[in-house]
């Protein structure tokens, strides 16, 4: 069913109240999630991305009973991911020989995904424009590793709508479509979860390309993103969010994230945690179980902080596997102006302590030279170490 967006442009995605992770089980998802593909009915029709592959034959029966496919004069793909791109083989088969405009790479990676089909790509570049009647135009944007070689922006005349494809987006459903009629605590969340967990490897390029798109003084009314809710009420507030997001954010928070064998080393990251709230009060303390605790949500709380503790125990001369699989995610994800410290038990060689805070130095946190590394159990000298290990991840 189509969903009005402004004047001729409607909402004709999926919302997927029950989707539970995404990219395979690496993002996890806990309030839905939607692939927006909208439509616009001027002189031309255009139909702007599609939906993920699993829903094609539901997109392309819905989508007819709305129009005759046979009108969509071109279709815009700002991103060949399959979230977006799953629905085109479906509906070109229908409508062969329609347009398809899209990036160069975008090209490569449709080809690379469903096969060199002989589909009708209009390649375009930033600044290039399609007039679409009724004196309006789209105008396209390269977004570039936003989040892939491929990424585009499409911008419309008239209507003031970016249609920003993942930029901007969340996993999260609201039925009503619309920012202001979703709950606001739920969609910051989801919004900066998905920056966290997917667009900070790249945001020194956001940071260009976000005052390259400010610089066009254009009016924005609208920025309709492929996923979550659409910013119609005050849509600059997300590119103001992202312009903090992107340039080292932090917020006055610690968190520490361990595993634990034997609670030996879950009573260290307990400590630590209370002294840091002792020391600071007004900091906000958070402690999770990086085996038991969901890491997308984890790594939101560590993209908000100014320091993390991070502990594992000596296990076979190394760390806890979850612990190793977790420090490579958190190396992926480029954090900066962070600081980092180390701690954890062991019976007999020790090495977890150093592992870890190499492992946490590649990734980017400025190591303090603090850690709390007690024998089979914390005596009350390694407790004592603790004050310094928090009054260095505090700063003061
Ligand atoms: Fe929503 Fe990069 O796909």
Redesign the pocket.
């Known amino acids: 069913m189509r969903k009005r967006v402004k004047n001729n442009v409607s909402w004709v995605g999926h919302l997927d109240w029950e989707l539970e992770t995404f990219h395979g089980d690496d993002y996890s998802i806990k309030n839905g999630s939607s692939?927006n593909a909208y439509l616009i009915e001027e002189g031309k029709t255009v139909l702007v991305d599609t939906v993920w592959t699993p829903h094609r034959f539901d997109f392309v029966e819905n989508l007819k009973k709305e129009i005759d496919l046979k009108k969509i004069d071109f279709i815009v793909a700002n991103?060949g991911?399959?979230?977006?791109s799953g629905s085109l083989e479906t509906i070109l088969a229908e409508i062969p020989g329609t347009p398809v405009y899209c990036t160069a790479n975008c090209v490569k990676s449709l080809e690379g995904q469903y096969g060199k089909r002989g589909w009708n790509f209009k390649v375009v570049k930033t600044g290039d424009s399609v007039e679409i009647g009724n004196g309006k135009k789209l105008v396209f944007v390269e977004m570039r590793m936003l989040?892939?070689p491929d990424?585009m922006a499409t911008y419309m005349t008239g209507d003031n709508i970016l249609f920003s494809?993942?930029a901007f987006?969340q996993h999260y459903a609201v039925e009503e479509l619309f920012n202001d009629k979703a709950d606001q605590s739920l969609l910051k969340h989801e919004a900066m979860k998905y920056f966290a967990n997917?667009l900070n490897p790249f945001a020194p390029i956001l940071t260009k390309k976000l005052e390259e798109v400010v610089g066009f003084n254009l009016p924005f009314d609208i920025i309709a993103p492929?996923?979550g809710a659409i910013w119609r009420d005050n849509p600059l507030q997300i590119v103001e969010l992202y312009g903090k997001w992107a340039k080292a954010y932090q917020e006055n928070q610690v968190t520490v994230a361990y595993d634990t064998m034997w609670e030996g080393t879950a009573k260290v990251a307990h400590e630590i945690a209370a002294e840091i709230h002792r020391q600071s009060p007004e900091t906000v303390v958070k402690v999770f179980n990086i085996a038991k605790a969901d890491k997308n949500e984890v790594m939101t709380e560590v993209f908000k902080s100014k320091a993390i503790a991070v502990g594992s125990p000596t296990v076979s001369n190394s760390i806890l596997s979850s612990v190793a699989g977790w420090l490579e995610f958190l190396k992926q994800l480029k954090f900066k102006n962070k600081k980092a410290g180390a701690f954890g038990c062991y019976g007999w060689s020790g090495e977890s302590v150093k592992i870890l805070q190499a492992k946490l130095s590649e990734a980017g946190f400025a190591t303090v030279g603090e850690s709390i590394r007690p024998q089979w159990k914390a005596t009350d000298a390694d407790l004592a170490q603790i004050p310094a290990l928090a009054a260095s991840l505090l700063g003061v």
Request: glycine share 6%; proline share 0%; charged share 20%.
């Open positions: 692939q991103h991911e399959c979230d977006h989040h892939w990424s494809n993942d987006g997917i492929s996923h």
